[in-house]
């Protein structure tokens, strides 16, 4: 590694989102559930978008002290759009059973991805696309180019940007993480191939706003409490789908 290639502004840069930000959420993986009183979706959303506009600011901030260029456009459009398309249908399709499961448990999480009425659905909607733009400029754009130039290798960069963005996401649970992983993969090479980060900024909001509608349609097909935390005993007991509930 050749650290005298990146000032303090790149070496902070990769120290907070590559050991700070993993580690902080590890640590508040299940606080969120624990905390009384639980906080209000509304006001969850509203703190994550500010925290995601921070990150947003320190990124393109980062990017102009250390001359890295997160914004290029494309080098060609039809194919990064028709993988897009594609990658979108096949990630809904491969998470699904994830939810289903995670509602059959009546994981407390899940109440946090269920918006009940259009305020909450707005303020997701908005969270979900400056996750989209936030996250992918900090992992896929400042964060992959300055660890390419520490450590000479693109593959390495790569490796350290999925490993950061996977354990960053550990609120998720376990096996949300390894979709995130494979995710994150995907999209590096989404933005090597279309040279910019726009067809990954745009797959990673259409996700995360189906997210909120498959949740809320597979949480009202299967009983999960949309107004409330489930509580131990429902969270305990065996939930069996009637046929009436199949999706």
């Known amino acids: ?38 906080p209000t979706r509304r006001r969850l959303y509203t703190s994550i978008f500010l925290q995601l506009s921070l990150f947003l600011v320190l990124a393109l901030l980062t ?7 997160p914004l290029r456009g494309p080098r060609t459009i039809l194919l990064p ?23 059959l448990r009546r994981e407390p999480r899940v109440y946090f991805a ?12 908005a ?7 936030a996250e992918e400029i900090v992992y896929r754009g400042v964060f992959s180019d300055l660890a390419t130039r520490l450590t000479g290798s693109m593959a390495a960069a790569w490796a350290l940007a999925v490993l950061a963005f996977t354990i960053a996401h550990a609120n998720q649970g376990i096996k ?14 989404l933005v090597y ?5 726009l067809f990954a900024i745009v797959l990673h909001a259409a996700y995360d706003v189906s997210a909120a509608f498959d949740y809320v349609r597979l949480g009202r097909q299967l ?7 489930p509580d131990a005993a429902t969270r305990d007991a065996v939930t069996t789908p009637t046929a009436a509930s199949s999706p």
Do not use: C, Q
């Not at 949300?176 to 090479?189: E, N």
């Open 1 to 38: 590694m050749n650290w005298s290639l990146l000032g303090a502004a790149g070496l902070f840069f990769l120290f907070f989102f590559g050991v700070v930000i993993p580690v902080i959420a590890i640590r508040a993986r299940d606080r969120l559930t624990r905390m009384r009183p639980v």
């Open 63 to 69: 990017a102009w002290r250390e001359g890295v260029g």
């Open 81 to 103: 759009t028709l993988l897009t398309l594609g990658l979108f249908g096949l990630m809904v399709a491969a998470t699904r059973p994830i939810k289903r499961d995670a509602i």
């Open 114 to 125: 269920m918006p009940a009425d259009a305020v909450e659905m707005a303020l997701w909607i």
């Open 127 to 133: 969270v979900a696309v400056m996750a989209g733009v």
């Open 176 to 189: 949300s993480m390894g979709v995130i992983a494979l995710f994150s993969l995907v999209a590096h090479a």
């Open 193 to 197: 191939l279309s040279g910019t980060l």
């Open 223 to 229: 009983g999960y409490p949309l107004h409330e935390l």
